[in-house]
């Protein structure tokens, strides 16, 4: 009901309380029950006349019609499901998938209590702090082809970020998306396919919004929007801003055009790297990524090596990017 009379307020100047109990079909009084609640929740509404509300602005909270209102998309975030806090997005949303959810679903939590990175590693998300967001795709494409969407999906929130913030953000590879050498958000891609066909895939992103005390065992690495822009800077608007990212990616992917945008924001291509596998490491020069998400290295002995996102870590000589 909370989210009923919201998008009520979305839509229209001035919305009258008793019309909107009528077509609501609920008194005037549980309506402003409602108006009130949401003004505790933050949402500036003023009262115009003897029963008229006027939304003047909302909060930085993650609610679907907030998502949802003018989004401008076809399928992406089309359906919008928000959790105060949840153990990963990505599972809920694998559950939800399994089921049948469509292609461009989003789930969205304000709190992960166990999200994940790659290899297993965790992925920190305080509450009311970042954007844990996953998307579910069910691609038309052979499973060979997957590891493009991962390059994709950094591509989309890179753009999301630039187009809302302007700052300069890099990818570094595969899909840690950074700004001024620290990482702002981690993306985890899972699917369920066959030897044949896609079933679906749920691209997963941790992005570092309101974290302005960054915790001490990824100080050194990460970074936030707010910090990065010196002022508070609207999850709502990056989240609409990375799923209009999601459908341009994938009309690039589309038209074959997407590795000239993922390369072209590379932090990784070009640059002196150390690789880190679980049994060695070496260091070289990153000097191609491939659509298949492969990363080739020149060594410091002219050997060409490939590695793939699965098995390593790479670091910049210098530091972390
Ligand atoms: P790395 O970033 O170490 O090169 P990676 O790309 O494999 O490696 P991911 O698996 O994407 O990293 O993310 C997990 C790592 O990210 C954790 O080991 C932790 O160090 C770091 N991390 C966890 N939470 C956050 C966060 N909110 N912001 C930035 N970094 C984080």
Request: negative net charge; hydrophobic residues 40%.
């Given at each position: 009901?909370?989210?009923?009379?919201?998008?009520?307020?979305?839509?229209?100047?001035?919305?009258?309380?008793?019309?909107?109990?009528?077509?609501?079909?609920?008194?005037?009084?549980?309506?402003?029950?409602?108006?009130?609640?949401?003004?505790?929740?933050?949402?500036?509404?003023?009262?115009?006349?003897?029963?008229?509300?006027?939304?003047?602005?909302?909060?930085d909270?993650l609610?679907?019609?907030?998502?949802?209102?003018?989004?401008?998309?076809?399928?992406?975030?089309?359906?919008?499901?928000?959790?105060?806090?949840?153990?990963?997005t990505?599972?809920?949303?694998?559950?939800?998938?399994?089921?049948?959810?469509?292609?461009?679903?989003?789930?969205l939590a304000d709190?992960q209590?166990?999200?994940?990175?790659?290899?297993?590693?965790?992925?920190?998300t305080?509450?009311?702090t970042s954007i844990a967001m996953?998307?579910?795709?069910?691609?038309?494409?052979?499973?060979?082809?997957?590891?493009?969407?991962?390059?994709?999906?950094?591509?989309?929130i890179?753009?999301g970020i630039?187009?809302?913030?302007?700052?300069?953000?890099?990818?570094?590879?595969?899909?840690?998306?950074?700004?001024?050498?620290?990482?702002?958000c981690?993306?985890?891609?899972?699917?369920?396919?066959?030897?044949?066909?896609?079933?679906?895939?749920?691209?997963?992103a941790g992005i570092n919004v309101h974290?302005?005390?960054?915790?001490?065992?990824?100080?050194?690495?990460?970074?936030?929007l707010?910090?990065?822009?010196?002022?508070?800077v609207s999850r709502i608007?990056i989240i609409?801003?990375v799923?209009?990212?999601?459908?341009?990616?994938?009309?690039?992917?589309?038209?074959?055009?997407?590795?000239?945008?993922?390369?072209?924001?590379?932090?990784?291509?070009?640059?002196?790297?150390?690789?880190?596998?679980?049994?060695?490491?070496?260091?070289?020069?990153?000097?191609?990524?491939?659509?298949?998400?492969?990363?080739?290295?020149?060594?410091?002995?002219?050997?060409?090596?490939?590695?793939?996102?699965?098995?390593?870590?790479?670091?910049?000589?210098?530091?972390?990017?």
């Amino acid at each position: 009901m909370l989210n009923e009379v919201l998008r009520a307020l979305q839509s229209e100047e001035i919305v009258s309380g008793g019309e909107l109990a009528r077509t609501m079909g609920v008194t005037r009084a549980a309506v402003w029950k409602q108006v009130t609640l949401l003004r505790e929740r933050g949402f500036n509404i003023e009262t115009v006349g003897r029963q008229g509300y006027h939304l003047i602005s909302c909060p930085d909270l993650l609610m679907e019609p907030l998502i949802e209102h003018d989004l401008g998309t076809v399928w992406a975030g089309q359906r919008v499901i928000c959790y105060d806090s949840v153990d990963s997005t990505n599972r809920v949303l694998k559950k939800l998938a399994s089921e049948g959810a469509e292609h461009g679903t989003l789930v969205l939590a304000d709190e992960q209590t166990g999200g994940r990175g790659r290899r297993g590693r965790g992925w920190l998300t305080p509450k009311g702090t970042s954007i844990a967001m996953s998307l579910l795709l069910r691609p038309d494409m052979h499973p060979s082809r997957v590891p493009i969407l991962s390059l994709g999906t950094s591509v989309a929130i890179a753009k999301g970020i630039n187009a809302v913030t302007g700052l300069p953000v890099r990818i570094k590879w595969p899909n840690d998306i950074i700004c001024n050498g620290k990482k702002l958000c981690g993306i985890l891609l899972e699917m369920d396919a066959n030897e044949e066909h896609v079933e679906y895939v749920v691209a997963g992103a941790g992005i570092n919004v309101h974290l302005t005390e960054i915790p001490e065992e990824i100080q050194a690495t990460a970074t936030s929007l707010d910090i990065e822009c010196g002022r508070p800077v609207s999850r709502i608007e990056i989240i609409r801003a990375v799923l209009r990212a999601a459908e341009e990616t994938e009309q690039m992917i589309r038209e074959g055009r997407l590795m000239e945008t993922y390369l072209a924001l590379s932090a990784t291509l070009g640059r002196p790297v150390s690789v880190q596998g679980v049994r060695e490491s070496f260091t070289g020069i990153a000097e191609s990524i491939r659509e298949d998400g492969t990363l080739a290295v020149r060594t410091d002995a002219g050997e060409l090596r490939e590695v793939m996102a699965g098995d390593v870590s790479v670091r910049g000589l210098m530091g972390y990017v």
